[in-house]
């Protein structure tokens, strides 16, 4: 069974740093590509990042690709979301999930975590 399972997240101030991670199990990182969401309150969910099976990445948005970085470690089956020089607009839930091309349509990933809260204080 194929579950993914986020942490990392918590309390920041404006500026600081956060690296998110996201536990993979249940499918392999060279078959499947992972891509970081996140939910503001209110708003609708939307792509960050994401990393292909080959370990190439995608960004976005230039605001996001300037501060987060994602990388992976295969033989951990984890993901990593570091974020850096977080803001105010950056609180949100963030969701990793797992789909066979990177995307930023939601509806095209197949397993998604429970989601890990980062919540940046100014």
């Known amino acids: 069974q194929s579950h993914l399972a986020e942490s990392g997240g918590g309390l920041v101030q404006s500026g600081g740093s956060l690296r998110l991670s996201c536990a993979v199990s249940?499918?392999?990182?060279?078959?499947?590509?992972i891509g970081w969401f996140r939910q503001a309150p209110g708003k609708d969910r939307v792509g960050v990042s994401c990393?292909?099976?080959?370990?190439?990445?995608?960004y976005y948005g230039d605001s996001v690709k300037e501060r987060f970085t994602i990388s992976r470690d295969v033989a951990k089956s984890t993901v990593y979301l570091e974020l850096n020089n977080l803001q105010a607009e950056d609180t949100a839930v963030y969701y990793c999930?797992?789909?066979?091309?990177?995307?930023?349509?939601?509806?095209?990933?197949?397993?998604w975590g429970q989601g890990t809260q980062v919540t940046v204080s100014s």
């Open positions: 999930a797992a789909t066979k091309t990177c995307t930023n349509w939601d509806l095209a990933y197949d397993y």
């Open positions: 249940g499918l392999t990182l060279d078959s499947y590509s």
């Open positions: 990393i292909f099976t080959s370990g190439s990445t995608y």
